[in-house]
């Protein structure tokens, strides 16, 4: 009788296990679906921002081996002058992000061009009204406290870098709209290529010309309206039947609520990117402020490279939960958000424990000065877990771009960043007499983790079927067509 009653619970155990099995499967699956999606945008947005960032690398490379002054001279011109206007419009660009994203998802593919012409017109406004930082960019350095000798060359080179300052105009929103559209390959290719020619013309110009610094400016002037040609002609020789079907007038409409969703986008990115620009200049009022300069531009240069694998997956979980909330899903747009995040932070880990382990030899691609190689070591600790905490703040804001929560994200970013980050590290820099160490540790703990944690609680709890029905209020608003009309499939 034991033998009887104990038999029927045998398999309801087996079921239970299979469930579980089954469940597991059927999570391993979909992380495995997911990660395809997510890596298909991922990969390639690794490698052309890598190859983008790698040409401002090579630029400062070039002059870092003609001289200390130098280097400091156009790691400020490019770190502070082009930072400051390139954070804005490349924020400004991320506009395209939500509203292609979104417009692609719910298969309103035609305007993806319309929105991209917008942004054109709107960022080469803005080129215009940031052209003084530019043009008096020597006074602005010396009245920022930055040394005779550095902030007159950094104005030279400023000045021979307009060229790059309007291609951005045009070369952030055509690679958001290929992105978009999932058009990813191409846009690695053409970096690749372009990557190629910035070595070539730096080499040309520096050193065969002998052209110094202004030599390797022009290179990347080059370079970056190269990259626009190569990705524009794709657009514009077919390859975008369904999203590109010419210019358009209907660009000149709409074009005031534009710029307020696209500045709101650009105040978002920029306070941010600002932050640690600000950071440098700060560091120019220290004793031996050159070295100080120096050290932190070559910790800032190697962070800014590998924030470009963050900046991938902000820009590929941006489309991910753009596309899925377009298309009403917004489950789905949420597990694309836990992937994107847990894969983020594995990847942050690995360079964190690299960084850690070459601390000594980071500096060595930039100079060869034993004082400047000795200062990157001391901070490399700080630019460690800088990297980490990068791992996962730009994913958190990919969602925000995604979810078309540019404006609350702004207001958490001036508060966290120059409410409470930047006066700690006035306070741990000076009062407390730490140094550029002192200003950077108070601009983390005050600023990136503050704004982290803000983030993830908003994340976590956010409803994201809401989310779902705004994107669809959203589409409908925004893409002047009939709300059951959709343009074919691609």
């Known amino acids: ?50 190859s983008s960032y790698s040409m401002n690398i090579i630029t400062q490379a070039f002059a870092g081996h003609l001289g200390e002054v130098e280097l400091a001279a156009i790691s400020i011109a490019n770190t502070v002058i082009v930072g400051f206007n390139f954070g804005l419009l490349l924020g400004m660009a991320s506009a395209l992000e939500t509203l292609c994203g979104q417009a692609f998802g719910a298969k309103r593919y035609r305007m993806l061009g319309i929105y991209m012409q917008r942004s054109w017109l709107v960022l080469i406004m803005f080129c215009f ?54 058009k990813n390959q191409v846009i690695a290719w053409v970096s690749l290529v372009v990557l190629l020619i910035n070595v070539l013309t730096s080499w040309l110009f520096v050193y065969v010309l002998d052209w110094g610094v202004i030599g390797a400016a022009v290179a990347l002037d080059i370079s970056w309206w190269a990259l626009f040609i190569g990705l524009f002609g794709y657009t514009a020789l077919g390859w975008c039947p369904l999203t590109w079907s010419g210019f358009s007038m209907e660009a000149f409409s709409g074009l ?108 060595l691609i930039f100079t060869s000065s034993e004082d400047v190689l000795q200062e990157v070591d001391t901070l490399s600790y700080l630019l460690a877990v800088t990297i980490l905490l990068n791992s996962v703040q730009p994913v958190l804001s990919g969602v925000a771009v995604g979810s078309g929560w540019q404006a609350t994200v702004a207001y958490i970013n001036l508060g966290c960043y120059y409410i409470i980050g930047l006066p700690l590290g006035i306070v741990m820099g000076w009062v407390f007499n730490l140094g550029v160490m002192g200003i950077w540790s108070g601009m983390i703990l005050g600023g990136t983790v503050v704004q982290t944690v803000i983030l993830l609680i908003i994340t976590i709890r956010c409803d994201w079927e809401k989310e779902a029905e705004k994107a669809s209020h959203r589409v409908n608003k925004w893409s002047n067509e009939p709300d059951n009309q959709s343009e074919g499939q691609q």
Not at 346 to 359: A, P
């Open 1 to 50: 009788m034991g033998s009887f009653e104990s038999d029927p619970n045998q398999p309801l155990l087996r079921d239970h296990a299979n469930d579980h099995e089954q469940t597991k499967d059927q999570l391993s699956t979909r992380v495995w679906i997911e990660s395809k999606k997510l890596w298909s945008i991922v990969g390639p947005a690794i490698f052309s921002r890598v």
């Open 256 to 363: 005031w609520e534009y710029t307020t969703l696209s500045v709101a986008s650009g105040v978002m990115l920029c306070l941010e990117n600002w932050y640690y620009r600000i950071l440098i200049l700060m560091t120019g009022h220290l004793k031996n402020s050159t070295l100080a300069v120096d050290a932190l531009s070559v910790c800032m240069s190697i962070n800014g490279w590998q924030l470009m694998i963050p900046l991938a997956f902000f820009a590929a979980t941006g489309v991910r939960v753009a596309n899925e909330l377009g298309a009403g899903n917004g489950k789905a747009a949420r597990f694309a958000t836990i992937v994107s995040v847990v894969q983020s932070i594995v990847i942050g880990l690995i360079f964190c424990v690299l960084i850690m382990i070459l601390k000594d030899k980071v500096a």
């Open 129 to 182: 009204l940031l052209l003084p930082f530019y043009v008096f960019a020597s006074p602005i350095l010396k009245w920022l406290g930055q040394t005779d000798d550095v902030a007159e060359m950094s104005g030279v080179i400023a000045v021979w870098m307009i060229p790059l300052h309007f291609s951005f105009a045009f070369v952030f929103p055509v690679q958001r709209f290929l992105q978009c559209q999932l």
